[in-house]
Nanobody, 118 residues
């Protein structure tokens, strides 16, 4: 059973930082790229960051590049998103998922809420 469990969100002021965690299960984690998406009410999910298997190469949405850092720990089936210099437009529910895992769109977790407000 594929599962993603996100945590680490919260309320922060602009310029603050958060570290999100995602623990996955039900598939061979180390073989797959992993992504972070976020969703704001009234908008579709948008891809925020991704990390490849093996080489751990990362890619980021342009608006977060230089502020967010994604990492993975395959021994723990976990990925992380370090978010620095947060801006109000970063507000949303953050979800992790797997790249090219058949049926992965069926396994969205509950996400973790990030609110950036003064």
């Amino acid at each position: 059973q594929v599962q993603f469990v996100e945590s680490g969100g919260g309320l922060v002021q602009p310029g603050g930082s958060l570290r999100l965690s995602c623990v996955a299960s039900g598939f061979t984690f180390r073989l797959f790229g992993i992504t972070w998406y976020r969703r704001t009410p009234g908008k579709e999910r948008e891809l925020v960051a991704s990390i490849s298997p093996g080489s751990r190469a990362t890619d980021y949405k342009a608006s977060v590049k230089g502020r967010f850092t994604m990492s993975r720990d395959d021994a723990k089936n976990a990925v992380y998103l370090q978010m620095n210099n947060l801006k109000p437009e970063d507000t949303g529910v953050y979800y992790c998922n797997a790249v090219a895992l058949v049926g992965s769109s069926q396994y969205w977790g509950q996400g973790t809420q990030v609110t950036v407000s003064s």
